[in-house]
């Protein structure tokens, strides 16, 4: 067994440790720890400005923190760029397509950036256009797409690679029913197969459904994490709490009281 295998069976699919961004004086990451296991559906919910977007930017290698680490499957982000970015994807609520290029064309490139030969990268873009049902659309150019399909597009891209760990920021942004529930099952299969995801979302009820754990984050720092129904026992002590809560009515409880 090769060191990197060894370090992937071993490692947590995420490690976040002393995590601190800020930004003109002001905290967007407060000294933040988060671990999460391989082969789990992770929400990571928070109001407005609470520090996600910006923790998963430093976890994607797209901001350099001010202090702390953050590892994918034991690789340091900061020091072992290159092997922890092989084994990751990080798809960003308004993902960068262009628009001259067709669908294949496009999920070509993105194949190429990660050196991943054409007899292996055509076919696992066969599958991914028609799982998300943009097969019939490959004679067409991007830039005529709708948000949703345009949406489809970008996490087929984030995928070409095969990646072990999956971050999604608002990965239902501009999708129609049928398409958020193609997304969801593609999600759910990549999650049985071993893979991890990592999600932020203001649809809570979708967190609510595929989470497996769910970590609340305010302020910068993570204020409350567990399971659904460990959640609805720790927001059963604050002011006001519902019995049988939804995750809703949980966060909103939660992020009221600071936890």
């Known amino acids: 067994m090769d060191h990197q295998t060894a370090a992937r069976i071993i490692s947590p699919a995420l490690e976040i440790k002393g995590l601190i961004k800020h930004f003109g004086g002001k905290y967007a990451v407060d000294n933040l720890d988060l671990t999460i296991p391989q082969g789990e559906f992770h929400a990571l919910l928070g109001p407005n400005g609470a520090g996600k977007t910006t923790t998963l930017r430093i976890v994607a290698g797209l901001l350099k923190a001010d ?9 340091n982000i ?32 993105v194949a190429g950036l990660w050196s991943i ?9 066969e599958e991914l256009l028609k ?55 593609l999600l759910i299969e990549r999650v049985k197969k071993g893979n991890t995801i990592v999600l932020t979302t203001h ?18 720092r993570i204020i409350a994490q567990g399971s659904l129904d460990e959640l609805r026992a720790l927001a059963a002590s604050q002011p006001g ?12 409880g939660l992020t009221a009281n600071g936890a």
Do not use: C
């Open 67 to 75: 202090a702390g680490s953050a590892a994918i499957l034991g690789h």
């Open 78 to 109: 900061a020091t072992d760029a290159i092997a922890a970015k092989r084994l990751l994807a990080f798809l960003p609520d308004d993902p960068l397509l262009y628009g001259k290029l067709k669908p294949l064309e496009y999920l070509e490139f």
């Open 117 to 125: 030969d054409g007899d292996t990268a055509a076919p696992r873009a």
């Open 131 to 185: 799982w998300l049902d943009l097969w019939n659309n490959t004679n067409e150019l991007i830039e005529g797409f709708s948000r949703g399909m345009r949406q489809k597009l970008a996490l087929a891209g984030a995928l070409i690679h095969d990646p072990h760990v999956l971050i999604l920021d608002e990965p239902l942004t501009g999708l129609d029913a049928a398409a958020a529930r193609q997304v969801k099952d």
């Open 203 to 220: 649809i809570l009820e979708m967190a609510e459904r595929l989470a497996e754990r769910i970590s609340i984050i305010q302020k910068g």
């Open 241 to 252: 709490a519902i019995a049988g809560a939804t995750l809703e009515d949980v966060f909103l």
